[in-house]
């Protein structure tokens, strides 16, 4: 042994010394559980999807309907005007097949892929949605563009979070088995309706 190699008054050690119990070692399996505050946009969001209801909020000074809402509008720095609701349908933006799980292990041969996708709500701004799941449909058939609705869980079933709506299926699939929600009115102030930004 070289004299550098114990400047820092190291010992060293083996695999094998691990093995042999010839070190001293714990294991424990951490907690890694923690609290996260919604906010005021995302919990009123998070509450209307128990109600089976998408909530957006608009801001009056970008004419833009946002979707998750938010207070604070990130383009002009101006807090948003109102609730709004928007519909339960919409159009794939982008999609992914994925054959591994959110854990990253690969899914069994007979497991179908899991289809990811960004889903732009009717009713929202142009380029606002969600990312959500994708059934009821072969992947081969998944089309950018492709129209589609949610899928939600029963009402005694709902918790308040992303989930309550299980998946998306295609709009003309969805239409013919689920009856459509009741229609929507203003959520909050009475106020027009903005129109759409221009991209």
């Not at 919409?90 to 899991?114: C, Q, Y």
């Amino acid at each position: 042994m070289k004299l550098e190699d114990y400047e820092l008054g190291g010992t060293h050690l083996r695999s094998s010394d691990f093995a042999k119990g010839k070190v001293l070692t714990t294991a424990w399996q951490p907690n890694l559980a923690y609290a996260w505050d919604n906010g005021v946009a995302i919990g009123r969001y998070l509450e209307e999807l128990k109600g089976g209801r998408i909530i957006a909020r608009v801001c009056h000074s970008c004419r833009r309907i946002m979707l998750p809402p938010r207070m604070f509008c990130e383009l002009c720095f101006k807090p948003t005007d109102e609730w709004h609701y928007v519909e339960d349908t919409g159009t794939v933006n982008t999609f992914s097949i994925a054959h591994v799980n959110w854990d990253a292990s690969r899914r069994g041969p007979k497991e179908p892929p899991l289809i990811p996708a960004v889903i732009e709500i009717d009713g929202a701004s142009p380029g606002m949605g969600i990312l959500h799941m994708l059934g009821e449909v072969d992947p081969k058939n998944v089309s950018i563009g492709m129209r589609v609705a949610a899928v939600w869980k029963k009402p005694g079933e709902r918790t308040g979070a992303i989930t309550d709506i299980l998946y998306f299926k295609p709009a003309r699939a969805a239409a013919a088995k689920a009856p459509r929600a009741a229609k929507r009115k203003s959520a909050g102030t009475a106020a027009k309706k903005p129109a759409r930004a221009k991209r």
